[in-house]
């Protein structure tokens, strides 16, 4: 085989970008992407209102949906490429002819806009034996295809990244599962690729050179089963885990397996399920013709998926996340991607700057303002285990700065009147956050006291879910503690 050359590289040709699916995994992260490159963009959405709240003021934002044909010419209308990331596999058991509609509809309405390019991101995988969600991802392909605009369909296979949903299975199979009993799916051969990685491809998919409609595979370099992948998040989290392979398990009873320990919607368990059963590895050599990424390895994807999610996590607004999030529970509180988090709020009538005054001040002499004795207990019980205890207390009774310590924590951010973000040094299964927000509210301030904890393996669940009763008790009373010091406040 003849030497792949470099493709003659191609400038962004600065025309509309229309991205649908952009409350999706992938679509989510590539508007991101797309505003970060300064392209001109158009979002379309069921619910506008919702979607503009989110993007950049750059970009458009416009009603549309392509089960609704009647609303796709306006849309389309002036557009250079289309991105097509709709896929409703969890939409019920008709999804196929759903998806089957929705493509037909789009890819007439852009023929008679005029479009220049589609662009569709599918799933590898080849065979009579394709599952019903390959096939049917792969038909949606076809269509867009034979609609008359020249289609750029980017087909890859597990996408390695903090909430994607094959990934998110294999990360909860294998923190919650010591011993795990593996179906024969676990050892089908899969080509996965960072999450980082494709959203280059899809961002340099618009401008590449195309003649006609093409299927090109994405993947990073190396095949590996499902069973490696497992092995290799379990290296790189610190597990052990034993794994036994066993020829019985069906794919209806692996997806109600799936639906007992893992967070995949019982819907779309067994359609993933039955999917895994398919090689999904790169048989072309189109990206490499096309493209000049060099996309990454296994254990470089799976690192960075976990730097970015602490990333993430860093960033996160908790008062956001729970109020849009999943509901609280009423036992353990509320499970946040692979955390688990208890989140209490008092309301107090005065200024943010009053508020946040007391929880500037906590740990050290002035205690935890409730339950101090059992906080010492706990430093106690600490020391054996080569703990901090509450022997550091802090550096000065009323400024914080990051990296202080407080007692057995440390101050990994603080925003003066808003928010204080303290990291556990004590010995614990997993790592563990207390997090103190403050915003103004009519009538005073709202303050938000959120304890997080991201366990390691079935222990760090076990020692979260067996402290909890304490924590209702302590931390209930702390948040009421703090509302009281800063109504007890007085001039100096």
Request: aromatic share 6%; glycine share 12%.
């Amino acid at each position: 085989m003849p030497p792949v050359q470099d493709p003659t590289p191609v400038p962004p040709s600065g025309g509309l970008l229309l991205l649908t699916g952009a409350s999706g995994y992938v679509g989510g992260r590539l508007l991101e992407r797309m505003e970060q490159a300064g392209r001109r963009i158009r979002c379309m959405s069921r619910r506008p209102e919702q979607m503009a709240a989110r993007t950049a003021p750059t970009t458009e934002v416009v009603a549309g949906d392509v089960q609704d044909p009647a609303s796709l010419p306006a849309v389309l209308e002036g557009v250079d490429t289309a991105y097509y990331l709709i896929h409703s596999m969890g939409g019920g058991t008709d999804y196929r002819e759903v998806d089957r509609a929705g493509a037909e509809a789009f890819g007439a309405a852009a023929r008679a806009a005029g479009v220049r390019r589609i662009v569709y991101l599918g799933g590898l995988g080849e065979g009579d034996d394709l599952s019903s969600h390959l096939a049917s991802r792969q038909e949606v392909g076809r269509i867009l295809a034979e609609s008359g605009v020249p289609t750029l369909e980017l087909r890859s296979g597990i996408v390695i990244g903090s909430g994607s949903t094959s990934f998110e299975m294999i990360r909860a199979l294998v923190d919650r599962l010591p011993v795990m009993i593996c179906p024969r799916w676990v050892a089908t051969r899969t080509q996965p690729i960072a999450i980082e990685d494709v959203l280059e491809y899809l961002l340099e998919a618009a401008d590449v050179p195309l003649e006609g409609s093409r299927v090109v595979g994405i993947g990073g370099p190396d095949q590996v089963s499902y069973g490696d992948l497992m092995r290799e998040y379990a290296r790189q989290k610190g597990l052990r885990r034993a794994m036994i392979p066993v020829p019985v398990l069906t794919p209806h009873l692996s997806s109600l397996w799936l639906g007992l320990v893992t967070p995949v919607y019982a819907r779309v368990g067994r359609a993933l399920v039955e999917g895994l059963k398919n090689e999904t590895v790169v048989r072309d050599d189109g990206a490499q013709e096309l493209f000049r990424i060099q996309p990454r390895g296994v254990t470089e994807a799976i690192g960075r998926a976990l730097v970015n999610e602490d990333h993430e996590f860093a960033a996160t607004r908790w008062s956001d996340a729970l109020s849009s999030g999943p509901r609280q529970r009423s036992f353990g509180g509320a499970a946040v991607g692979s955390r688990l988090v208890d989140s209490r709020i008092a309301r107090v009538p005065l200024s943010p700057e009053q508020a946040f005054a007391p929880i500037q001040r906590i740990g050290g002499r002035e205690g935890w303002y409730y339950g101090n004795l059992l906080w010492r207990l706990r430093g106690l019980l600490d020391l054996p285990f080569g703990g901090a205890g509450t022997r550091r207390g802090r550096r000065d009774p009323v400024h914080l700065l990051p990296g202080d310590t407080v007692d057995f924590w440390r101050v990994e951010a603080i925003e003066q009147n808003r928010l204080l973000r303290l990291s556990a040094e004590m010995s614990l299964p997993g790592r563990a956050w207390l997090q103190f927000e403050v915003e103004p509210s009519p009538g005073g301030s709202i303050i938000r006291q959120t304890a997080i904890f991201d366990p390691v393996g079935l222990l760090g669940r076990l020692y979260w879910y067996s402290i909890w009763p304490i924590h209702g008790f302590v931390f209930n009373g702390m948040i009421r503690g703090i509302a009281r010091a800063a109504g007890d406040q007085r001039p100096e």
